[in-house]
Every structure is written in C-alpha cells, then in structure tokens.
C-alpha cells in the first residue's frame, strides 16, 4: 500500500500548502478561507513533508484537519466508480475467527448492536471432513436477486460491480432479504442508536451511514475507501490478512501488506464461490482451506455447552 | 298474483335493521379494530421492533395474513365469473355475498402490506422509482385492477336493486335514499340500460378471471422467485390458486349460513345451495389436496439438503403441529364431512366453510414462516431471539384488527344494500314461471 501512503500525504501536503498560499497572499477577506484570515502565529512550529520530499517547517496555528473528501451526490453513487470492477478473496487457511473484521465493520458503519454485516460461520461441508472457519457478507453478485426484486431501484448495482443499498428511498418491503440467498441483509427495525453527529449527517449510499429506522443495510464494500484509495475496513482490521481485496480488471488483490494476482491465486489455489450453482455470480471468492496457519477451535460452541 | 309474488321477494331481500344480536357483532368488531390500530399505531412510533420478526424470519403473520386476504378475495371471480360463464344459475343469490367477500379481503389484502412495511410514509416511491421487473410492482398493478374490476361487478348488478330500495322508500332514512339515489339514481331500468349492462357484466366477468388468477400467481411468485427451499417450486401458482378457491368458497358457505339464519332469507338460500356448495367445497379440498401432494411429497422423496431441514420441520419437527392442523382442518375433515348428503346440510356445511376457513390461515402461516428459518446459511452471529419466530401482541392485535375490519365491512354493506340481488331472483323467477307455463 505504499502507492496510497505516498497519495494520501500529497493530498494533505496539497491542501496544506494551498492553505499557506491563500493565507499569504490575500489581503482582503478570503470568502474561500475565513480560517487563515484570523489565525495568529502561536511561535510553535511543526516539521511537515512537501511534495518535492523537502522537510519544510511552519507554524502550528496555520496547521488545519484537511476535511475528508467531500460525499459523492446520489448519482455519482448509483453510477460507481469508471474503469473498476471490486472482487474480494477470503483466504480460509488464514481465518481463526478472530472476528476483527466484523468489530472494525460494525464500529466503523455504526451498525445496531447485535446485527452483524460480517457473519463469521463455522462450517463443515461433510460428515468427515475438517471443520474451517468462512467469513461471510454480502457476495456483491454480478446477478443480484436483491436487486432484481427491489420494488423501488432502493438496491441496486453499480459499474464497478458493488451492490448498494439508498436508504433514503427503501421502502422496508424486506423482499430482498427473502432474495438474498447468503442471508447477508439486516434490517433496522428500530431507530438505530446513533451519536447525534452522525445521525445528523446526510445519508450516502457509499459510506451506509447512517442507517435508518425500517430500512435493509448491509456491507457496501466500502466504496468511500475505494475513492480515497483505501482498503475496506475489514481488509485492513485483519490481522491475519484473510481478505484480500482489489480489482479485477487490474487482476490485483491485496490484504495491506501482500498483492497477488487475482487470476494467479484463483488458479493456483483452486479458488471458489458460493452457491455457484444458483447463478448469482457473487464478486466474492474462497481460497480452500488447505495449509492452514491455525487448527480450527470452536470456543463459542464450548462456551455454549459450559 | 305474480305482483304479489314480486313485493314478497322485495320485502324480503331489503336491507334489515340490526338487531340486538348484530349490534353487539358490530361492537364487537369495532373494538376489535381500535385495539388493531391502536397496535399500529405503537408500531409506526417504535418501529417494526414492536414485533416479532427480525433478520431471519423478516416475513411473518402479516405477510401470512395478506396472503390469506388475496386468496379468499378470489372468491368473488369463482361464483360471479367462472359460475357466471359456465351458465350455472342457482349461484345467482350467491354473487353479490361472493362479490362484497372479494372488495371487502382486497381491500384489507392492500391495508396489511403497507402495515408490513419498515416506510409506509414512503409508498409513493411505489410509483415514482417503480421498477417493472420487481414482483411486488407486478402485485400492486394486477391487485390494483383486480380491486376495481369488483368494486364494478359489485356496483352493477346493484343498480336495479337501488332503484327498487329509491321506489320502496319506507324504512328508509333520509340519509340512507339519499345515498342510494348518489349511487343510482340514473337508473331508469330501460331495456336499453339493461342491455349495456348485461354486456358490460359479461366483460368484466370475462376480464376478471385472468386477473384474478394473476393476483394470485403474482402473489405466490413473491415466495416462488426465490431460492429458499419451500418457495422455489413452479407448482407455487397452481398451488396458491386452488388453494385461494377453496378458502374463498368456504368463506362463502360460513356468510350463506349467516346471512341466511339472521335474515332469514331460508327461501333464498336453500338446502339445495348447501348441497351445491359443499360439493363444490369438496371438489376444491380434493384439487387442493393435489396440490399440496405434489409441493411435499415430491422434494420428501428426494431429500435434497437444504429442503431436507425444512421439510423435517414441517412433517416432524418445530412446525409440525400446525402443519398438520392445517392440512386436516382446511381439506381432510370438511371433505369428510361434506362428501355426505347429510354432511351438505346448512349447520353441517357451515362448521366445514368455518373449519376450511381458519385452516386456511395456518397453512399461510406455514408457508411464510418456517421456510425463513431455514437458510441455506446456518443462523450465526445474531441475538438468540432471532432464531425464533413467535408474533407479538401488536402482531396479534393488527392482525386479527384486519380481520374483524373485513367484516366490519362486509356487516355494514349488508345492513345497507340487500345482500341477495333482488332484481336478479325477480327475474330469474319470472323466467323460471314462463319456462314452466
């Protein structure tokens, strides 16, 4: 990920700088940054990075928290980002079921307690065979069912392949959580218990946040991530770096610190889908758990026998 | 003497005040209904928290219970239409109670489903983002038709019957011929108006058969375009429609039999009509029977593995009470019953039609639910409770709210219109006199 570090300090660095250059040359008030217009020198001074690499040093009063990127209006949301299409690999060898990915996700999407976008099941495909851990959530199907039902166009499916849900416009008819046969969607059936700060905010498609009272939520893949060039939080709260996530038409997939081919670990892993024989064409795929780096313990299920 | 005749049939088919006995049935009935919205009214300020549905099992008795409203509103294309076409005629003192059955479950059918909705304020999103692939637009256009369609074949075999009631006046309130003469009183019983509106019966009658089978078809494809073991059958729609014949037809009985005992209209509906509709009762209980053989019995044979669950709840498992119930009550014993000539006689038909009737409910109860607790998915990573489906007292109250509503309506339609066609006997009679002479 060292591309997207390098990115994201040119666009503190830019935005900094374009402060000072504001700050410094405009004598009449700047209707653009009323900020930089009061602020007085407080003689602390701060190292920063430019964007030429040179350690340049300036005084902590002009230093300003760069505002995250500005949300994306409804159509740009609905239309997906040109030129990407997302696909997400879990690799089973690696799971323990440490469950970081689902606190990182529901901490993250302010998800209502209990419920649960990222559901971490223990199964068994036969009666001899070896137990594994399969984190799952929404597939992002390239032939939704959810979408195909939604009475509203409330769920729907975007260019780059992520399937979204417009929580300002669902109707709670909850049909596509009857279509949804991976049972990845949750409903609120009450008012969501939210910061006032964030329940305040405008609803966007691409962040999920906040989620509404009689509306379905579920995972949205992160694209708010995608657009700053970040990882879903899921991807980077593994420890484990099960979830590997990348786009297909660049044939890379990443957990933060490995990049693999996408076409290559398919091949060479035997990697899978669920339900394929449904016809649903999830973007999300299964390395086999073969070599596992952990044996497989169900403490939960301990727990519930005690 | 024939006008003799005439004023008997007419005095005995208007509208009767309500005695002691209907006055508390509609108390009753009224209470029943504040209680349901007062329910609703928790649940819109609360959310659908308030009842017993969570992720799992996101369908439940209103759901059930809508589907069980399209069903016996089929009723109304049953006896006016199929009846009708097929030139039956003893149905004729039938249609307007089949008819009123019909607006009256469509109506309610439309009330529960915006009840199950998480954003009834947001209905309108129905039309203005509608998206024709979705099934649920596919339910609100045909239900849309279907409602208006009898709301017509209600509204036109009534006309003669207001201008008789505007002609009669007493025992009237003023309010009352009022009403009737908004409603009517542009019927002058022309032969030119006779004409037009037998013509306009006969295309509605006609119309009204495959959209009354597309309410329902679309109805069970709400189950039947998913993937979850107990929906995805392609017998979902012939399964759904005999079904819905069998309910309405008992519901007609149950209304015969009232009508009939509190009006007394025994002259009108006879111990012949008993006969007829038990046997039609029968013969619908036996198709439905067939139905439900195929649904179980085929994918039992197989045992797939994700029906294997289901199925083993249905048959032996969590739900195996009610399933069981359901399918003796609403087909077993009203065919054990009604297949006798004694069995066909009113009371004995009635607690059949009452029997098809609440069995009916329960088998849309186990079709909704114990497929949603069974996902291809184990259930995992979510409270205890949402493993379980039990309604909520709200749930209980909206639901049987609805019910009463349905025949709250169908009470009062009969306390204002004659609920058997009074131009319609006259004329069948005279016909009948000139057929004999």
């Known amino acids: 990920m060292n591309t997207n570090d390098n990115s994201r300090r040119e666009f503190l660095a830019t935005g900094l700088l374009a402060g000072l250059a504001l700050a410094g040359c405009s004598t009449k008030k700047n209707p653009f940054d009323e900020l930089a217009n009061d602020v007085k020198p407080s003689g602390e001074m701060v190292k920063l990075l430019s964007v030429d690499g040179e350690v340049i040093e300036i005084d902590k009063a002009f230093l300003k928290p760069v505002p995250d990127l ?20 879990i690799d089973l060898a690696r799971c323990k079921s440490l469950k970081k990915c689902q606190s990182a996700c529901n901490h993250m999407h302010h998800i209502h307690p209990g419920q649960n976008w990222i559901k971490v099941y223990p199964m068994q495909d036969a009666e001899h065979t070896a137990p594994y851990w399969q984190p799952t959530t929404c597939m992002h199907c390239d032939e939704p069912p959810c979408v195909k039902v939604c009475p509203v ?37 009450e008012e969501p218990s939210l910061e006032k700060e964030i329940a305040d905010k405008p609803y966007s498609c691409e962040t999920s946040v906040p989620q509404k009272m009689g509306t379905v939520g579920k995972c949205d893949f992160c694209p708010d991530m995608a657009r700053k060039g970040e990882l879903p939080h899921c991807v980077s ?40 024989d449904l016809g649903t064409k999830p973007s999300f795929y299964y390395l086999p758990p073969v070599g596992r780096n952990f044996p497989f313990e169900n403490n939960e299920k301990k727990e519930a026998t005690k | 003497m024939e006008q003799l005749a005439k004023q008997k049939i007419i005095q005995d088919l208007l509208p009767q005040k309500f005695g002691k006995q209907g006055k508390i049935w509609v108390a009753g009935l009224i209470v029943l209904c504040i209680i349901g919205v007062v329910a609703y009214i928790r649940q819109l300020s609360k959310g659908l928290v308030v009842t017993g549905m969570r992720d799992y099992v996101s369908w439940g008795i209103y759901i059930s219970n809508f589907v069980f409203f399209v069903a016996i509103s089929l009723v109304g294309s049953l006896i006016t239409a199929v009846l009708r076409l097929t030139n039956v005629h003893w149905s004729t003192p039938l249609t307007r109670i089949a ?23 947001r209905f309108y999103n129905l039309f203005l983002h509608g998206r024709l692939q979705s099934p ?35 025992g009237f309130s003023k309010g009352m011929l009022k009403f009737y003469s908004y409603l009517g009183s542009f019927w002058k019983h022309t032969p030119g108006q006779i004409k037009l509106s037998e013509k306009a019966i006969g295309i ?6 495959p959209v009354a089978f597309s309410i329902h078809t679309v109805t069970s494809w709400l189950f039947a375009t998913t993937y979850r073991p107990g929906w995805d059958s392609t017998n979902f729609g012939a399964y759904f429609i005999s079904g819905a014949f069998l309910v309405g037809a008992g519901g007609v009985v149950v209304a015969m039999y009232v009508f009939r005992s509190h009006y007394n209209l025994k002259e009108y509906i006879t111990y012949d009509h008993f006969d007829k509709m038990g046997k039609v009762l029968v013969m619908l209980a036996l198709l439905y029977l067939y139905f439900n053989v195929n649904e179980f019995l085929v994918p039992a044979f197989k045992m797939k593995k994700p029906e294997e669950e289901h199925l083993r709840g249905l048959f032996t498992g969590e739900f195996a009470p009610i399933f069981w119930f359901a399918i003796t009550t609403s087909m077993l014993v009203p065919i054990l019953i009604l297949i006798t000539k004694k069995g066909r006689r009113p009371f004995p038909a009635f607690i059949a039609g009452v029997l098809v009737v609440i069995g009916s409910w329960f088998k849309r109860y186990i079709i909704v639910t114990p497929t949603l607790l069974h996902p291809f998915l184990p259930m995992q990573d979510v409270p205890a409770n949402y493993k379980h489906y039990f309604p909520t007292w709200e749930e209980w109250a909206i639901a049987i709210g609805s019910l009463a509503g349905a025949l709250l ?13 009074i131009q319609e006997t006259i004329t069948e009679k005279e016909e009948h006199e000139k057929a004999l002479s």
């Not at chain 1, 049909?175 to 969607?185: I, V």
């Not at chain 1, 610190?257 to 669920?274: N, Q």
Request: aromatic share 12%; net charge neutral.
């Open chain 1, 70 to 89: 500005p949300q994306v209006s409804n159509e740009a949301a609905r239309m997906g980002i040109a030129g990407k299409k997302f696909v997400m690999v």
């Open chain 1, 153 to 189: 166009d409330a769920t729907f499916k975007r260019q780059d392949g992520i399937v979204l849900i417009d929580s300002d416009r669902c109707i709670g008819c909850r049909f596509c959580m009857a279509a949804c046969p991976y049972s990845t969607r949750v409903f609120n059936w």
């Open chain 1, 237 to 276: 709260a593994c420890p484990n770096g099960v979830f590997l996530f990348g786009d297909m038409l660049e044939d890379t997939v990443t957990n933060g610190a490995e990049t693999f081919r996408f076409s290559d670990l398919i091949k060479d892993k035997a990697g899978y889908r669920l339900m394929e």
């Open chain 2, 99 to 121: 008819e009123i059955i019909a607006v009256s479950a469509i109506t309610f059918a439309s009330l529960i489903i915006i009840v199950d909705m998480g954003r009834p304020e």
């Open chain 2, 136 to 170: 649920i637009i596919w339910d609100v256009i045909v239900i849309t038709t279907y409602f208006f369609i009898s709301i017509l074949l209600l509204y036109f075999p009534l006309l003669p019957d207001l201008k008789i009631m505007l002609e009669v006046k007493k």
């Open chain 2, 204 to 209: 509605l009658a006609v119309t009204i058969i």
């Open chain 2, 409 to 421: 309506v169908i009470t009062i339609f009969a306390r204002i219109f004659p609920i058997i066609p």
